[in-house]
């Protein structure tokens, strides 16, 4: 039972526009959210966060929004660079408690 | 760079053999974690290590072990192998056991023939 799902396999948008990456999780009892960006023959590396005591988080081009009640938070790239062309991974946890849950990723390509 | 040194980046081994994955966790870092990455799958949570015990278990199978020494590092022992554990095995740290944030090593490819 997958409890974090990234519905979206791939997304392709234009440069200078905004991606929008989204992510359903199913244990309510989550409380702290991140994305991972991952490039080829490298390992994720942490791109921003969010606990659930907020509903936004910002990060210069980067912003996270989660909807405690739809189980749903998404992750905005405004304006959107051919360097974001990445595999982009949501993942949970119970704060402090649990292991982080990963999603399957979605994979992102800015054109140019 | 994160600072997690992962061994070797690539390995290719026969079914029914065993090899050994190595970490070097960054610096400070006290807990580890092992993550696969098959084909089309996400990031599995396998085990967690902190400070040189056993912390959290996740999907390891039983003919998995891991462990982490008084140095820090970790190594994960994958034995009997199959064609499915053909994967990406990552290594990850962090400060504290509470893992908020984790920071991942480049990954060892693992191909089973």
């Known amino acids: 039972d997958q409890q974090v799902k990234q519905n979206s396999p791939s997304l392709s948008v234009q440069e200078g526009r905004i991606s929008i990456l989204n992510c359903d999780y199913t244990?309510?009892?989550?409380?702290?959210f991140l994305w991972y960006k991952k490039y080829p023959a490298e390992g994720p590396t942490f791109l921003i966060s969010?606990?659930?005591?907020?509903d936004k988080n910002e990060d210069g081009r980067f912003t996270v929004f989660l909807n405690k009640s739809a189980k749903h938070l998404s992750l905005h790239i405004v304006p959107s660079q051919p360097g974001d062309s990445a595999v982009y991974f949501c993942?949970?946890?119970?704060?402090?408690?649990?292991?982080?849950?990963f999603g399957k990723g979605t994979r992102l390509s800015v054109i140019a | 760079d994160s600072g997690v040194t992962q061994t070797p980046k690539h390995l290719i081994t026969a079914t029914g053999q065993r090899v050994t994955l190595r970490c070097s966790p960054r610096?400070?870092?006290?807990?580890v974690y092992w993550y696969q990455q098959s084909l089309d799958q996400g990031l599995q949570f396998l085990i967690q290590?902190?400070?040189?015990?056993?912390?959290a278990k996740g999907n390891i199978l039983e003919r998995f072990s891991a462990q982490q020494f008084p140095d820090l590092h970790s190594e994960l022992n994958l034995s009997s192998l199959e064609l499915g554990d053909s994967a990406l095995y990552f290594c990850?740290?962090?400060?504290?056991?509470?893992?908020?944030?984790?920071?991942f090593g480049e990954g060892s490819w693992l191909t089973v023939v």
């Open positions: 610096s400070g870092d006290l807990s």
């Open positions: 290590y902190y400070n040189g015990e056993e912390r």
């Open positions: 969010i606990s659930s005591i907020k």
């Open positions: 993942a949970a946890s119970v704060l402090g408690n649990t292991p982080l849950v």
């Open positions: 990850a740290s962090s400060v504290d056991p509470r893992g908020n944030t984790i920071y």
């Open positions: 244990n309510s009892m989550f409380d702290y």
